[in-house]
């Protein structure tokens, strides 16, 4: 969705926000997305930044319950949207100068894509272009530590997910607090967050831009005036920091580098965390076929589990180009462009595994990268074997939760399929990953899934 497509559904609001001051409107609605209480309205506060900064063009200064009004008229914007906020509203990255915290906003796990590409960019050499880099980088985690300090927010505060019937107004001494903060003197902006930066002309300009990959979402710094820089958005550092980082590789012409770099750094935590962690196995790599030439993004790896069943797992790349031009919320589509190859590649390996060692078991695709999802085609699923989709930071998750999480996630896929058999569903299934509580003998959802996600 696009600002511009936005404005066309809301004509109204928008002839609201004609009339707003952009200083003051953007200030204050940057300054809620810093309030706990206000997180399940991340999405709309922030698309609400997006149309002020193309839209308004008045003197009117709104108040926090004009805010408010507007919310609550775009409850069915946000149940309708697919970006709802993390269950945590701050998070934290380690850095060569201590722990940095940052808002989640609707990002998933995006302190775990930083953290990759701040561990990445660790075994880069120490020329000037990348020492600028780095300086950048940490200077924009510096901030943020330090805005979210003065607001005292600690690390992994949860915060709402799903609209209440009225939104909670946070009290006025912490939202006047969060609205000071996001205010910054043009003339004491570190040089390091420059790059961070645009300006009410650039943003003018932006509706034909995507959410998700907006020019805001890149500089989250909007220059109003000569005096005054706004933290307009908040909630982007992490995009932020993960677009200069690619941009910056590419522009140095550093890109194969920084890839295969971040390949070595994905593929140790794949072989030795996520494979290490599991429980004792038995490999069964002979019975696996030959990547084809142009499948070199993949790679994978069979073992038994509980004994009896097989599970493979395959680690696919992301095409960081790609990411780029594209931005963070598109998917890789490397599997698509290599149908006809991926397709018979991955069926010929389950078929193997699973005629070949007569047994049952699952096929868990990987997802590497920064932080984007993968389409990935249909492949053969012989009876009683199933095929899970889940990102690397969710796999590593499952294996802190509970040593056996092989078994938990055919315990989870089982009874996801004998649901279906029997008339339930459960929307997005491939992109939930769950655990098996061994002590209740329920499935508990690793995302928490609502009734929503429940169709019959």
Not at 165 to 181: F, G, I, S, Y
Not at 279 to 285: A, K, R, T, V
Not at 287 to 307: C, K, M, N, V, Y
Not at 399 to 427: F, M, P, Y
Request: proline content about 4%; some cysteine.
């Amino acid at each position: 969705m696009t600002v511009d497509d936005f404005a066309a559904k809301h004509r109204d609001l928008v002839a609201t926000i004609h009339a707003w001051d952009l200083d003051s409107s953007v200030s204050l609605c940057a300054g809620l997305l810093l309030c706990p209480v206000m997180h399940a309205y991340t999405i709309a506060l922030e698309v609400l930044i997006h149309t002020i900064g193309v839209h308004s063009n008045g003197t009117v200064c709104p108040d926090v319950t004009n805010i408010v009004e507007m919310l609550n008229g775009l409850r069915s914007f946000i149940d309708e949207s697919d970006e709802l906020p993390r269950d945590v509203f701050v998070v934290n990255v380690m850095t060569e100068d201590g722990n940095r915290r940052f808002l989640t906003g609707t990002w998933e796990t995006s302190e775990f894509w930083v953290q990759q590409a701040l561990d990445t960019l660790r075994l880069a050499p120490e020329t000037a272009a990348i020492k600028n880099l780095r300086g950048q980088v940490q200077g924009l985690l510096d901030f943020s530590e330090a805005a979210l300090d003065r607001n005292g927010l600690a690390r992994y505060v949860a915060g709402s997910v799903r609209p209440v019937a009225d939104a909670e107004l946070p009290n006025k001494e912490d939202l006047a607090r969060a609205v000071q903060t996001v205010r910054l003197e043009a003339d004491y902006l570190p040089r390091s967050l420059e790059i961070f930066t645009s300006s009410v002309e650039e943003m003018r300009k932006t509706g034909s831009d995507r959410l998700g990959n907006s020019l805001l979402e890149r500089h989250p710094f909007l220059r109003v005036s000569s005096s005054l820089v706004i933290w307009a958005l908040p909630t982007a550092t992490s995009a932020a920091l993960r677009i200069l980082v690619l941009r910056r590789m590419q522009e140095t012409g550093n890109m194969r580098q920084f890839a295969r770099a971040l390949r070595l750094v994905q593929e140790h935590l794949f072989y030795d965390d996520l494979l290490g962690r599991s429980e004792p196995h038995i490999h069964c790599d002979k019975h696996l076929p030959p990547p084809p030439s142009d499948l070199r993004w993949i790679r994978q790896t069979a073992f038994e589990f509980e004994g009896a069943r097989v599970a493979h797992l395959v680690l696919v790349h992301d095409d960081l180009q790609d990411a780029i031009q594209s931005g963070l919320t598109s998917f890789n589509t490397s599997a698509l462009q290599s149908l006809l190859t991926f397709q018979t590649h991955l069926s010929r390996s389950v078929v193997r595994l699973r005629y070949g060692l007569r047994r049952e078991g699952m096929t868990i695709i990987v997802m590497g990268g920064l932080g984007r999802g993968f389409a990935i085609p249909p492949f053969a699923l012989p009876p009683n074997w199933y095929q899970c989709t889940v990102h690397l930071s969710d796999a590593l998750a499952l294996t802190w939760l509970e040593r056996a999480w092989l078994s938990s996630v055919w315990r989870v896929k089982k009874d996801v399929d004998w649901l279906r058999q029997r008339g339930l569903h459960i929307r997005d299934e491939e992109m939930t990953s769950g655990y098996w509580a061994t002590g209740g003998q329920s499935d508990v959802s690793y995302r928490w899934m609502s009734v929503f996600q429940l169709r019959i």
